[in-house]
């Protein structure tokens, strides 16, 4: 798999169809102002993105993230009862945009996704997963047959991700030197800060998730 260029005009819809409500990262540029200066910063960022591509690297400072904690429920001063949401720049949300339909391409392509996964893919949902599970245990018991499932939820599953397993997951996936290259630069040098009540920590290392 190898990253493909993309043009002024695919950039200018992506910078169109932004949704202006969407919350500002640090670099506090509002999607409203991505959106009306759209047709003066659309080359300028096309350019960027294309380089990223070539050069192997992820700007850093598309990196950096603001925390902000979303309580949940129960006990307000227990930390597990917030849910933390994480801002980034939003024009790096266009970038991982476009490299998440490259990448997702490809794998439709040739086969990379199992059938039996639900989630994150359009048109699919857990309902309908429940369903295929159920119309197999019944298809089971009318030939007298036992099944058999283990039921896992894992907690916190995104910040279970192992960057250095992932990135031997890609290469195993076919995906080119270069890309691998990129998704490294990707995830390394990353780092949050935790915004509440108009008072921000200092920055810290993301290395999972």
Excluded: C
Aim: hydrophobic share 40%; charged share 20%; no cysteine.
């Amino acid at each position: 798999f190898e990253f493909k260029e993309v043009d002024e005009s695919f950039i200018l819809r992506e910078l169109g169809s932004l949704k202006t409500n969407k919350a500002t990262g640090l670099d506090q540029i509002s999607a409203k102002l991505l959106k009306d200066s759209s047709s003066i910063i659309a080359s300028g960022l096309t350019k960027i993105i294309n380089a990223s591509f070539v050069s192997q690297t992820f700007p850093d400072v598309w990196k950096k993230g603001k925390i902000i904690p979303f309580f949940k429920s129960n006990d307000p001063t227990s930390p597990n009862n917030y849910r933390p949401i994480t801002i980034l720049p939003i024009v790096s949300k266009i970038m991982e945009r476009i490299v998440h339909r490259q990448v997702y391409e490809y794998l439709q392509e040739h086969d990379l996704i199992t059938s039996e996964q639900f989630g994150f893919r359009p048109k699919l949902s857990t309902s309908i997963a429940l369903t295929q599970l159920t119309e197999e245990i019944l298809h089971n018991l009318d030939n007298k047959l036992v099944t058999g499932a283990v039921f896992i939820d894992l907690r916190k599953a995104f910040d279970t991700v192992d960057h250095e397993l992932l990135i031997l997951k890609l290469r195993n996936l076919g995906f080119s030197k270069s890309v691998i290259n990129w998704f490294t630069s990707y995830l390394s040098s990353r780092t949050v800060v935790t915004s509440i009540n108009n008072s921000t920590s200092s920055a810290r290392p993301v290395t999972v998730g």
